[in-house]
């Protein structure tokens, strides 16, 4: 290791999960131990993707019983969710509580050479802009004063594997890492695979462009940052943790930004949005010129948006609605009663049951904010008022098939900040009455309804 005197007599993580790059890691730390003066503690997390998934579990303890290595143990309770990104999380949270509990400097992950090069591809294909070109970084601040630390990525993974076979380290092959319907597995197995029929130093040759756009970032940043100064209307504030953010809103002339040429422009937008991490900047930025031309407004994100008005540019943080969690997670029982629902103060839900004899099937309009429905499905279910969440669904009246509803709130053209204002009467993750916006299939009244839904508005 290199920068020895960092880790000497510290006490350092290491993220074992029992396949060839983790065991090696393990190894290669338990030899340095009394060198440095190591306190180690093993972090084993057991996603259960395998049901012998267990056995990998036991193969860490083992190595770990017998170095006299401390060996933290958690696994994913209750229903297993096989999401790469969900994974992550769960493990760097783990990660995070045992660094606090047992004073962790440094975690350690076994990271090496070819992830990086999946990692630029899987991001360029997938859409991305220089930031997501950039090398994994070897020291990472994971958390308060501690820092993730990736020791390998100067070393292959046939290298690691190398260092396996001629130390006679028993690992697991995790027969996932074989699944196609993974993307990071395909890329593994099919792209590079084809990459290296082309040119066999392709890997090399990726990583020294990545390296090279790392420096050329970091030079543009300087600049960019020198520009924000000058393009600013008024005195910068700046975060105290972060010198080189300004604290919101941010004030820029107008003026002075149209006279910069477009290639600039571009660039410096996309560093700007990037200094605040708001995702899908490239397809942020033609639209975002257009504004500032326009003097309009847009939304950049749930937390940002930009306003230009005559000869200032602003970017601020959107007001949070104090109000918004009134309605979240209201139950109606669905009976034969009549309810009524305060939303946000200023206007009722009204659940009245249908009790007129006959019924002439004139439907009110969507705005109208009225609907006839039928809850004979849902009768002595609870059905949920509250605000949109993750993975909410809806089956819109007249359409063939269920659709994500965020994707139908898009195509119907609602703001974004609208969007999470919204009051929907759900049945779990499902939308069941969007008011003044559309009804679902699932309610649609065939032959007479059972519910009249009102939403009357408070004056």
């Not at 990660?95 to 606090?100: G, L, P, T, Y």
């Not at 360029?124 to 994994?136: K, S």
């Not at 020294?208 to 005195?235: M, P, R």
């Not at 601020?316 to 669905?334: A, D, F, P, R, Y």
């Amino acid at each position: 290791m290199k920068s020895d005197d960092i880790f000497k007599g510290k006490q350092i993580g290491l993220a074992v999960s029992g396949g060839a790059d983790s065991i090696v890691l393990l190894d290669v730390f338990n030899k340095l131990k009394y060198k440095y003066d190591l306190s180690l503690f093993v972090l084993h997390y057991n996603h259960k993707w395998r049901k012998t998934s267990i056995k990998d579990s036991n193969l860490v303890e083992k190595y770990c019983i017998q170095n006299n290595i401390k060996f933290l143990y958690k696994e994913t309770k209750g229903k297993v969710i096989k999401n790469e990104e969900e994974a992550r999380n769960q493990r760097y949270s783990f990660f995070k509580q045992c660094a606090r509990k047992y004073n962790l400097k440094f975690i350690c992950t076994a990271h090496h050479k070819d992830d990086q090069l999946e990692t630029i591809l899987f991001r360029l294909i997938r859409g991305t802009g220089p930031n997501g070109l950039l090398p994994i970084k070897k020291f990472f601040n994971l958390s308060g004063n501690v820092k993730l630390f990736r020791p390998f990525l100067d070393f292959t993974k046939k290298e690691i594997i190398d260092y396996a076979k001629q130390n006679n380290l028993s690992y697991i092959t995790d027969k996932t890492n074989y699944d196609l319907k993974y993307k990071r597995n395909l890329i593994r197995l099919k792209v590079i695979p084809n990459l290296k029929k082309i040119n066999g130093e392709f890997l090399n040759n990726i990583l020294v462009c990545s390296d090279l756009i790392y420096s050329q970032n970091v030079a543009l940043g300087n600049y960019f940052l020198t520009l924000l100064k000058k393009l600013s209307t008024g005195l910068m504030h700046y975060e105290k943790r972060y010198s080189c953010i300004p604290q919101l809103p941010v004030r820029l002339s107008r003026k002075q930004y149209l006279r910069l040429d477009l290639y600039t422009q571009k660039c410096f937008l996309y560093w700007l949005l990037t200094l605040y991490g708001i995702k899908g900047n490239i397809s942020k930025i033609d639209s975002l010129n257009e504004v500032i031309k326009n003097q309009e407004t847009i939304d950049l994100s749930n937390k940002y948006l930009i306003k230009v008005h005559e000869n200032e540019i602003c970017l601020e943080e959107k007001q949070k609605n104090k109000t918004q969690n009134n309605i979240v997670n209201k139950k109606i029982l669905i009976n034969g009663k009549k309810k009524v629902i305060t939303l946000m103060g200023k206007s009722i839900l009204m659940f009245e049951p249908f009790k007129r004899k006959h019924f002439d099937r004139r439907f009110p309009s969507d705005k109208k904010q009225i609907a006839y429905v039928d809850f004979s499905k849902y009768k002595m279910k609870s059905l949920t008022v509250r605000h949109r969440k993750p993975h909410d669904t809806i089956h819109p009246l007249g359409f063939p098939y269920t659709v994500k509803l965020k994707k139908y709130l898009i195509n119907k053209k609602i703001p974004q900040d609208k969007r999470y204002n919204l009051p929907l009467l759900c049945f779990n993750n499902e939308v069941l009455w969007l008011p003044g916006y559309s009804l679902s299939e699932k309610v649609r009244v065939l032959d007479k309804p059972t519910h009249i839904l009102k939403i009357k508005h408070l004056q």
